[in-house]
């Protein structure tokens, strides 16, 4: 996954979708390559804590050596857009103009979409960076982001919209190029998503290649038939049935890589160290 | 029949529908003619409430004399309320419109709203003493609370303003692109003719506002008047979800009458003594000791910040599978009962 230019991180909310993000940023930084971590929709706290860092700005900032994250902001990536991309004068994408631009991006289908996902793609064009590594949108909406490139093509036959839409689909479904991360943990309800998921996708045939991680994976135990009374008695069957469970989720949807499950207290980077670790030891 | 509304809030993957249900299970076995109302269950669940004949219409639950059940579809929401507010040739123009199609399953206080409205409708059949809603999970759980204004600005917004230029006027004035820059813009970046199409689902739009614009002031109302509980486990993401519900709700609300811990470690493991235990029993009581340790510390500093009720629902391996489990949730846990018992429920 680490060879590829482009991760997109996807995951149902809670499975720990910008952990997942922020390790595989670690990882591919420790292998002596030039990252860029993306908080693609919302201001990216959670990503921002998993790297370590308070707040994460619009545009890309070096958190420490090699390793750069920005996220982005609607507006402002709307505004680049127009004046990159659709090459509109850059007086057209501020003030009153911007805004109810912004406005109608607000509401209009694929428009907001194909800001952000065009975002990302144009910093892998740029050639900057050796990877880009994308906490993108939860499993519920990532198809919308996927699709958007698509879906401006069909309702947009003519406009300048519509030529740029091309190579990002393109882009998008390059199998050595992109990857899409999708991160479940071994449970019913992620399973049930994640399956959705993967039918949209082999229907759509939006992006070229995905993987899918399970995230928080009990190791197997091996006790004693009886257990002993009392709290270790009760941790150990605990332990066993969850990880029964998971074993029957895991058979239904395998994973291509499985993440422990991290126990007690831990700060949200050493969180993200520690998933690297695994990374690491493939 | 007097109504009490309660609503079971939280993010995705804490466990809400099962609560929800169980609540339902444990209020109706105490006497009160209860419905629960489900947004999209796990599959186990939705069968211990005998899914297969669940829909959006009520159903009673066999050999369950106080306890009803209903499953959401907000699915076709959005036609619904085109059905509903539009004039029939405007709704069918509506739905026939690309645009309609795309803007609709994109904008996630749809969903939120089509729940909400339903969820209002079975308040307002007086038929229960009480509805306990499962609200759906939707971009950050709080949506639901703030849905009606959403769908209330999108079809009387900004936008509508902007591409109309306030009242109402005809096409013609609409189309006026060398008198509104914007427009002229809008048209070279995205075309002539997807432009006509955003114009006239928006001007068929706008004579749903009024409707629209009252039953949400009835919904806002309900939701308003409402008692919430907030459900969370003692993880990062259902946590912050969870802090948003105490810092925000009150804004739109009434605040949450308590906070649900699920999937709850017993805290005698945090001292248990592994001395004299052997591997891997001592490190296996180790870690999970350390998890029960993190979680109690979640606990307590959230229950330092609001001064709320806070009850724990213990970790089950295995997800009930049937009403009585259901019930036995409600039994294990410590603070569920009371919460049935606070003078609101």
């Known amino acids: 996954m680490l060879e590829r230019r482009l991760v997109i991180v996807t995951g149902k909310g809670g499975v720990g979708k910008s952990a997942v993000a922020a390790a595989l940023a670690v990882a591919a930084r420790r292998q002596g390559k030039k990252v860029l971590a993306v908080s693609m929709v919302g201001p990216g706290d959670g990503l921002a804590a998993h790297l370590g860092t308070g707040r994460l700005a619009p545009e890309a900032t070096e958190l420490r050596p090699g390793l750069w994250a920005l996220h982005i902001d609607r507006a402002r990536a709307l505004a680049e857009y127009l004046q990159s991309q659709m090459r509109l004068p850059a007086i057209a994408t501020f003030g009153p103009v911007a805004r109810a631009f912004d406005a109608f991006a607000a509401a209009a289908p694929a428009i907001r979409e194909i800001v952000a996902i065009g975002k990302v793609l144009w910093e892998v064009r740029r050639g900057t960076w050796d990877i880009v590594v994308v906490d993108g949108p939860p499993t519920g909406q990532v198809g919308s982001y996927l699709r958007a490139a698509k879906t401006i093509e069909e309702l947009v036959p003519a406009g300048r919209i519509a030529d740029q839409a091309g190579w990002m689909d393109e882009t998008l479904r390059d199998a050595d190029h992109t990857s899409l991360a999708l991160v479940t943990i071994p449970e019913e309800l992620p399973t049930v998503e994640s399956e959705a998921l993967l039918g949209w996708l082999a229907r759509e045939q939006v992006v070229g290649h995905h993987q899918i991680v399970a995230n928080r994976v009990l190791d197997p135990l091996e006790v004693p038939a009886t257990l002993p009374a009392g709290p270790a008695g009760d941790a150990a069957r605990l332990h066993l049935a969850l990880w029964e469970g998971q074993r029957s989720w895991l058979e239904r949807l395998p994973a291509d890589l499985e993440l422990p499950y991290l126990f007690g207290l831990l700060t949200p980077a050493e969180v993200a160290a520690r998933l690297a670790d695994t990374w690491e030891a493939r | ?345």
């Open chain 2, 1 to 345: 029949m007097s109504t009490k509304a309660l609503l079971v809030a939280g993010g995705g993957g804490v466990g809400k529908t099962t609560l929800s249900a169980a609540l339902g299970v444990a209020a109706a076995r105490r006497g009160v003619r209860t419905l629960v109302v489900t947004v999209d269950p796990a599959k186990r669940l939705a069968d211990a409430l005998g899914a297969a004949s669940l829909g959006s219409e009520p159903q009673p639950l066999e050999d369950e004399p106080n306890l009803w059940a209903a499953m959401l579809d907000a699915s076709a929401s959005w036609e619904a309320i085109a059905r509903r507010h539009a004039d029939p040739a405007a709704a069918d123009r509506l739905i026939a419109n690309p645009f309609f199609h795309a803007a609709t399953t994109q904008f996630p206080a749809s969903q939120s709203y089509a729940a909400a409205e339903e969820a209002v409708t079975f308040i307002d059949a007086r038929a229960w003493e009480l509805v306990v809603v499962d609200t759906p999970p939707a971009a950050g759980g709080i949506d639901f609370f703030t849905a009606p204004k959403a769908i209330t600005d999108l079809v009387g917004g900004r936008l509508l303003r902007w591409m109309t230029g306030g009242n109402l006027p005809g096409r013609r004035f609409l189309f006026d692109r060398t008198a509104r820059p914007v427009l002229r813009i809008a048209g070279t970046v995205l075309g002539t003719q997807l432009l006509d199409q955003i114009a006239q689902f928006f001007m068929d739009l706008r004579t749903t506002y009024d409707g629209v614009r009252r039953r949400a002031k009835e919904i806002e109302a309900h939701l308003r008047s409402a008692h919430t509980i907030v459900v969370t486990t003692a993880d990062p993401t259902p946590l912050r979800e969870a802090v948003r519900f105490f810092r925000e709700l009150p804004d739109v609300a009434r605040r949450p009458e308590a906070v649900v811990f699920n999937r709850t470690l017993p805290e005698s493991w945090i001292d248990a003594d592994p001395g004299g235990l052997p591997e891997p029993l001592a490190s296996n009581l180790r870690r999970w000791a350390a998890e029960a340790h993190r979680q109690q510390e979640l606990r307590a500093e959230f229950a330092s910040r609001y001064d709320t009720l806070l009850a724990v629902v213990p970790w089950q391996p295995e997800p009930p599978t049937d009403l009585d489990a259901l019930e036995r949730l409600v039994k294990a846990s410590e603070g569920l009962e009371k919460l049935l018992s606070a003078p609101w429920a």
